[in-house]
């Protein structure tokens, strides 16, 4: 079966620091995979997400993640974290054409 | 353009009752999907809609159903409600049911069960 798991639960970044947020998955075929981030009280807002190509794609607000078929990661980066970055992140894949599964999530900290 | 609009954003029930969760995609969305996320987890997948037909169900009881008016809005019904059943319930929308497309998610309606 299909699943992410995201191993993080919780990061504390300092506010300049670069950042690296883990996602694995299991997947038969070739995956397709997103990043998605969700601030308190708010919906989930997709950062990035890759289906074929370009193993290191590019997203919203500074992000990137890579691809990497071998090691069945999808981490996520960004080289300089902004105090604006604390929230909830979540990796996920699409199972058959329309079902998401989502990681447990990653509660980003920020530190002044 | 207004984004996911999910209504009651907050409610409380109890043990036993019903509960009708709303939500109305974005203009020109004709997919919906409902998840639900328990505290501490990511969301679970337990329906899709596509031109008001079910495509996708996942594992949840009987006691959820849901269904996709003409306007693509769509509701979440819940019967016999559990304390397990407390989560916040999101409706994203996408504009077709094709694979891949990116889901638009609402703020989510958060339930609680006492």
């Known amino acids: 079966a299909q699943s992410v798991t995201q191993p993080d639960i919780h990061i504390t970044v300092s506010e300049g620091a670069s950042l690296e947020l883990r996602c694995n998955y299991s997947?038969?075929?070739?995956?397709?995979l997103f990043w998605y981030v969700q601030s308190p009280g708010q919906g989930l807002q997709l950062l990035l997400k890759y289906f074929s190509g370009d193993t290191l794609v590019q997203g919203i607000k500074g992000f990137e993640a890579e691809f990497k078929r071998s090691q069945s990661s999808f981490n996520l980066r960004k080289p300089s974290v902004h105090w604006s970055d604390a929230a909830e992140y979540f990796c996920?894949?699409?199972?058959?054409?329309?079902?998401?599964?989502f990681g447990t999530g990653t509660r980003l900290k920020v530190l002044a | 353009d207004a984004g996911v609009t999910q209504s009651p954003t907050h409610l409380i029930k109890t043990r036993g009752q019903h509960v009708t969760l709303r939500c109305s995609p974005i203009?020109?969305?004709?997919?919906v999907s409902w998840y639900q996320q328990v505290l501490g987890q990511g969301p679970q997948f337990i329906f899709q809609y596509y031109e008001k037909e079910e495509r996708g169900r996942g594992n949840f009881p009987d006691r959820f159903s849901a269904r996709q008016f003409p306007n693509y809005s769509s509701e979440l019904n819940v019967n016999a409600l559990l304390l397990g059943d407390s989560a916040l319930y999101l409706c994203?929308?996408?504009?077709?049911?094709?694979?891949?497309?990116?889901?638009?998610f609402g703020e989510g309606s958060r339930l609680t069960v006492l």
């Open positions: 996920a894949v699409i199972s058959g054409t329309y079902k998401y599964i």
């Open positions: 997947y038969g075929a070739t995956p397709y």
């Open positions: 994203a929308s996408t504009r077709s049911g094709t694979t891949g497309g990116e889901l638009f």
């Open positions: 203009s020109g969305h004709k997919s």
